[in-house]
């Protein structure tokens, strides 16, 4: 089992920046990547960002890259998500996920942080 504690979504105005915090606890050991989502209203849940447990690999989305940053900090086994430029299509709930290294799904999800784009 691992668990996944978001926290540092909020409100920010347009153009704008917030950098979001994943805490992974557990079986760590056996992560092999954390991914961000994000589920805007009416929309489906789609893939933001992700870095191998490692730190050596990261893939973005096409509408983030350059823009949101994925990194992890090794000692406190957290993944952080730093967003620039925000723009109302970034508002929507974001959840932080798990890869184990024996599977190809994301098994681990944490309870979503909201992050709303305003004027």
């Known amino acids: 089992q691992v668990q996944l504690v978001e926290s540092g979504g909020g409100s920010v105005q347009v153009g704008g920046s917030l950098r979001l915090s994943c805490a992974a606890a557990g079986r760590t050991g056996s992560v092999n990547a954390m991914a961000w989502f994000r589920q805007a209203p009416g929309k489906e849940r789609e893939f933001v960002a992700l870095?191998?447990?490692?730190?050596?690999?990261?893939r973005y989305a096409v509408l983030v890259k350059d823009r949101f940053t994925i990194s992890k900090d090794f000692a406190e086994n957290t993944v952080y998500l730093h967003m620039n430029s925000l723009g109302y299509e970034d508002t929507g709930v974001y959840y932080c996920?798990?890869?184990?290294?024996?599977?190809?799904?994301?098994?681990?999800w944490g309870q979503g942080t909201q992050v709303t784009v305003s004027s």
């Open positions: 996920a798990a890869q184990m290294t024996d599977k190809s799904t994301y098994d681990y």
């Open positions: 870095i191998t447990w490692s730190g050596g690999y990261t």
